[in-house]
């Protein structure tokens, strides 16, 4: 498999595990408890695991950055949009609050808008990488 095809299937799991995490803390909410004086929002008992989630997708996202979000080739980040249509269906199949709707929402414009943006990019810089060459136009 290429470095392409495996920056697909990376984009596949972070985002899927990323829309696991978030649909877990939608449904959980917050825990609100004080802690030295101050009223804080704390993880609820059975939901450390999304909030595990969220932390290692987060921080996996910068893997996303080089080997997905591509300005020479746009079909890599097709994997990150596969991974946010299963994280779509996670968040769907979990309830329809308002909460789940404003992430159902998020999930689908990176669905649609990754790739459509990144192929937009990449055709833009190509033509202007024809130009500054002197090219031929097109």
Request: charged letters at 15%; one cysteine or more.
């Amino acid at each position: 498999m290429t470095s392409k095809g495996w920056g697909a299937l990376y984009g596949l799991a972070v985002m899927a595990v990323l829309g696991w995490g978030l649909t877990g803390l939608v449904e959980a909410g917050c825990d609100w408890g004080f802690s030295r004086g101050r009223r804080q929002c704390g993880v609820p008992d059975g939901y450390l695991p999304h909030f595990i989630a969220c932390g290692v997708a987060a921080f996996s996202t910068a893997g996303l950055g080089w080997t997905v979000i591509r300005t020479d080739d746009w079909r890599p980040s097709l994997g990150a949009s596969a991974g946010g249509l299963v994280a779509l269906v996670i968040t769907l199949a979990n309830g329809r609050s308002g909460g789940h709707l404003a992430l159902a929402a998020l999930e689908a414009a990176v669905v649609i808008g990754l790739p459509v943006t990144l192929r937009q990019v990449g055709r833009a810089g190509a033509r202007r990488a024809g130009k500054a060459a002197g090219g031929v136009k097109g």
